[in-house]
């Protein structure tokens, strides 16, 4: 059934006098008339030949047919007010955001950002596909608005956003940290079992980085990395923001080796048309930068 528009703005107008407690501070947050509400509501009890308030004194308060009433309505009101909001929005803004973005970006840095974007662009969908270590995405491809990936030296069309320290690790009980005999070598490394996440191998090539001969185990995700080398079954190389917190508990330690135990993968940001990005996808793009802590949206 087709709901006339004027019976929804009465209802909204019957629902502002119920939230804001009477006719006229319903008139002032609608900035309408008093006697223009009190006539909507008027129309509104014609219309459904119900009474919906009783006078008690100098107060209007809902009968029981007008609470009930009500309650059925609300939900209706919130979607149109939501749809029509949406509505104007999108005059001025993007529908929907396509991000892409590496795994390897700290998480809680990514949800902050989107919360505190969600915040301010509550009518703008972000559609989220996450990578493991993959490099820009193909701008010809057209699936994507912005993208964090991994930094390519001499791109103009990227912004550099973050260093991603990278530590060699293993349970304290792994032969490699019960060994004497100084630092490791590679020879040593390549002799024992290492999990190796998705690309790291060709990532850490691109960086000159050796991430040693020998088994791997290949896994899909850095959590299931982590749990591996937890295990005491293998090494790895791991984000420090993942391991940190058991770094510090001494469930894993870093690994001395000859080349050194840590390497930095660096992460940039990119529009796939930053000349031609809309409002939400430059403000998205500036949460991801500077993170949300250090930015204001208007």
């Known amino acids: 059934m087709r709901i006339p528009r ?127 270590r993959v490099p820009e995405p193909d701008r010809a491809s057209d699936d994507f608005d912005l993208a964090i990936s991994l930094w390519q030296p001499g791109r103009a069309d990227q912004h550099p956003l973050i260093d991603i320290p990278m530590l060699a690790v293993a349970d304290p009980g792994h032969p490699l940290v019960r060994r004497s005999g100084g630092a490791i070598t590679p020879a040593t490394l390549a002799r024992h079992l290492r999990v190796a996440i998705s690309g790291d191998g060709a990532v850490m090539a691109s960086e000159g980085l050796s991430p040693s001969d020998g088994r791997t185990w290949d896994v899909n995700s850095l959590e299931a990395g982590v749990e591996a080398v937890l295990s005491g079954l293998c090494w790895g190389w791991l984000p420090e923001h993942l391991v940190a917190a058991h770094l510090a508990a001494r469930r894993l330690v870093e690994l001395d080796l000859v080349s050194g135990s840590r390497r930095v993968i660096p992460l940039a940001l990119s529009w796939a048309d930053e000349t031609r990005a809309g409002k939400a996808a430059l403000a998205l793009g500036r949460l991801l930068l500077d993170g949300p802590d250090q930015v204001r949206l208007a």
Do not use: C
Request: glycine share 6%; charged share 25%.
């Open 6 to 132: 004027t019976t929804m703005e009465q209802w909204a107008v019957l629902q502002a006098v119920v939230e804001n407690g009477g006719f006229a501070q319903a008139a002032e947050r609608l900035n309408r008339s008093q006697s223009s509400v009190s006539y909507a509501i008027s129309r509104l009890q014609e219309r459904l030949g119900v009474a919906l308030f009783q006078i008690e004194g100098r107060k209007a308060r809902l009968t029981p047919a007008g609470r009930s009433l009500l309650a059925e309505a609300n939900p209706l009101i919130d979607d149109l007010t939501r749809l029509e909001d949406r509505a104007r929005s999108l005059g001025t803004e993007e529908s929907q955001l396509r991000l892409r973005v590496d795994s390897i970006f700290p998480r809680q840095r990514l949800f902050g950002a989107l919360q505190v974007f969600a915040e301010h662009h509550p009518h703008v969908e972000v559609a989220l596909r996450e990578s493991v």
